[in-house]
């Protein structure tokens, strides 16, 4: 079975500065995705980021990059100059054919 | 990108009566469905995945007769819960898939949950 590890619970950064969300799992397969989705206090799952197994490069959207280490089954999440509205919860998932699932979560808090 | 809508956003119900909850892809066909349950300061857990006009597929664990999912059409999934207990308390969230369009890759929508607050 596959699992998600976000061995984080809870992530503290002031803002402008930059953070690092870490993420691991576990799988077989050679061929799936990766994401990492924001959940405000809404609860509305926002995608932030997806990475395709199969490529190499990193994954950037704006402030956010990933830093996607296969062998490792490793998949970390960049936020660069952190905004008040970065607050939130932010969940890795590994998804593959049907199948999604999603790591514990971290608590990201940003002090202004 | 896409919407997935759900309804109620929040409903309070008494012990033993049942709930439903409707899932709607507002601006796509969605061939699958999923069902998941979060509970307060956890993780989201796949209860059901549902294709559209055949019987849903439940995750170990999941009562089946508790938690009736039916995915009648395209843009439809609803969620009962039959027998409603205290313990069923949770915060409910459906997401949608639209087909496969040739890509590799087809996008996953989420809607905006729904909270059950079983009395």
């Known amino acids: 079975a596959q699992t998600v590890t976000q061995s984080q619970p809870e992530m503290s950064v002031q803002e402008a500065e930059t953070v690092t969300l870490s993420c691991t799992y576990d799988t077989s397969e050679s061929d799936y995705y990766l994401f990492w989705y924001k959940q405000p206090p809404s609860r509305q799952m926002i995608l932030v980021i997806r990475?395709?197994?199969?490529?190499?490069q990193n994954a950037t959207e704006n402030r956010f990059s990933v830093n996607f280490q296969k062998a490792a089954k490793s998949f970390s999440l960049k936020i660069s100059d952190s905004q008040l509205g970065d607050a939130a919860m932010y969940f890795c998932a590994y998804r593959i054919y049907n199948d999604m699932r999603f790591g514990a979560g971290t608590r990201l808090t940003v002090k202004p | 990108g896409a919407v997935v809508s759900q309804h109620p956003s929040r409903v309070i119900c008494k012990s033993g009566t049942s709930v439903k909850i409707e899932c709607r892809s507002l601006d796509f066909q969605a061939t699958t469905m999923f069902w998941y349950r979060q509970f307060p300061k956890q993780s989201l857990m796949l209860m059901a995945t549902s294709n559209e006009g055949s019987k849903a597929t439940y995750e170990q664990g999941v009562e089946k007769d508790k938690f009736l999912i039916n995915h009648a059409s395209l843009t439809l999934s609803t969620l009962t819960v039959t027998s409603a207990h205290p313990e069923d308390s949770s915060f409910y969230i459906c997401?949608?898939?639209?087909?496969?369009?040739?890509?590799?890759?087809?996008?996953?929508?989420f809607g905006p949950g729904t909270r059950l607050t079983v009395l």
């Open positions: 997401s949608a898939r639209d087909p496969p369009s040739g890509a590799t890759y087809n996008e996953q929508f």
């Open positions: 990475q395709e197994a199969y490529k190499q």
